[in-house]
């Protein structure tokens, strides 16, 4: 028995499964949905949330509810795997909403192309995967990743002038967080 399990503190596991590409992400979140039609998925932004529901609905026949995070209530999730569809630009609105739904997993689906992955560690990440020959439909998920990206998240809190982001990301900020 852990010290955090003596009081009572479960810690969620956290995990990232990343793709090369979006079209590749698609592909593995297609698959996933196809084995779990009732998977908890998630999405901070409106236009990621239909995105993947009309997607799902035209290629697999199925029609899911993405749910957008900032709308689900607490413990919505409590006990249950969560999957997001995309990271939030920041680590502390994720990591506040994780603590309040007291999931037993959560995945986070991405690829390099991401809003979050792409200014900071895509090209280390696509770079290792190139050299270990993986192909473009296949992923990799590693606590390392996970890390990684939790860094970055909390650099840009920390750190965070909007006018020095790139464009992409500048106009998600734009759009999503004000």
């Known amino acids: ?3 955090f399990d003596f009081f009572g503190k479960k810690t969620t596991k956290k995990t990232d499964i990343i793709w090369l590409n979006q079209e590749a992400k698609m592909n593995g979140v297609l698959d996933i949905i196809s084995q779990n039609p009732d998977a908890n998925l998630v ?15 035209k ?10 995070a900032q709308r689900v209530s607490s413990f919505a999730f ?21 603590e309040h739904w007291q999931p037993q997993k959560v995945i986070f689906l991405g690829a390099m192309d991401d809003h979050v992955l792409e200014p ?29 990206i939790q860094r970055v998240q909390q650099e840009f809190e920390e750190e965070l002038d909007v006018f020095a982001l790139p464009p992409q990301v ?3 900020f734009d759009t999503f967080w004000r």
């Open 120 to 148: 900071a560690i895509s090209s280390r990440i696509t770079t290792m995967m190139e050299r270990m020959g993986m192909e473009e439909n296949e992923s990799i998920e590693h606590g390392m990743v996970t890390k990684s």
């Open 78 to 98: 409590k006990g249950e795997v969560v999957y997001f569809l995309e990271h939030h630009l920041f680590y502390s609105p994720e990591a506040e909403l994780i």
């Open 170 to 172: 500048k106009r998600w």
């Open 1 to 3: 028995m852990g010290l």
């Open 43 to 57: 999405a901070w932004s409106p236009l990621t949330k239909n995105l993947y529901e009309q997607a799902t609905q």
């Open 59 to 68: 290629e697999l026949g199925i029609k899911i509810e993405v749910k957008l």
